[in-house]
């Protein structure tokens, strides 16, 4: 991760006080790929390092890569049809609770937490307090 400052107020970007550049490798089909992305932000970097600024940038991924990706691939949301009124907004709340209540429960594959909990909902009712 490379930083500067030297941009400030030569780009347009309101409050932008940092630019960034990350410059990351990674292997497709036995091929070394090399991205590069930047980023712009208003921390100083007195309020923060270019160490701390990729803490930061990781740490978007990891709720990217623990959420998103949960949601995307496992409940299939991108491929849900349901785009009416407020349904895509509750089911989108519904599968949230559903990954953190999963998650609190410590469930280390939310994919086979939710097949076993389809095959035994009772054993689930029951763990949330709905039946005895």
Same mark, same amino acid.
């Given at each position: 991760? @490379?930083?500067?400052?030297? =941009?400030?107020?030569?780009?347009?970007? /309101?409050?932008?006080? @940092?630019?960034?550049?990350?410059?990351?490798?990674?292997?497709? +089909?036995? @091929?070394?790929? $090399?991205?590069?992305?930047? %980023?712009?932000? #208003? $921390?100083?970097? #007195?309020?923060?390092?270019?160490?701390? *600024?990729? %803490?930061?940038?990781?740490?978007?991924?990891?709720?990217? +890569?623990? $959420?998103?990706?949960?949601?995307?691939?496992?409940?299939?949301?991108?491929?849900?049809? $349901?785009?009416?009124?407020?349904? /895509?907004?509750?089911?989108?709340?519904?599968?949230?609770? %559903?990954?953190?209540? =999963?998650? *609190?429960? !410590?469930? /280390? +594959?939310?994919?086979?937490?939710?097949?076993? +909990?389809?095959?035994? /909902?009772?054993?689930? =009712?029951?763990?949330?307090?709905?039946? !005895?």
């Amino acid at each position: 991760m @490379q930083t500067t400052t030297r =941009l400030q107020g030569q780009i347009d970007w /309101p409050g932008a006080t @940092q630019v960034c550049r990350l410059t990351r490798s990674t292997w497709r +089909n036995g @091929q070394e790929q $090399v991205e590069i992305e930047y %980023a712009l932000t #208003s $921390v100083s970097r #007195s309020q923060a390092s270019a160490a701390r *600024l990729l %803490a930061w940038w990781r740490g978007h991924w990891g709720i990217e +890569n623990r $959420v998103h990706y949960v949601r995307d691939v496992t409940f299939g949301e991108d491929a849900s049809r $349901v785009r009416t009124r407020a349904a /895509p907004q509750i089911l989108a709340a519904t599968r949230n609770a %559903a990954i953190s209540l =999963l998650r *609190l429960w !410590k469930c /280390p +594959n939310i994919a086979a937490a939710l097949r076993d +909990n389809a095959y035994q /909902p009772a054993r689930l =009712l029951a763990r949330l307090g709905i039946l !005895k």
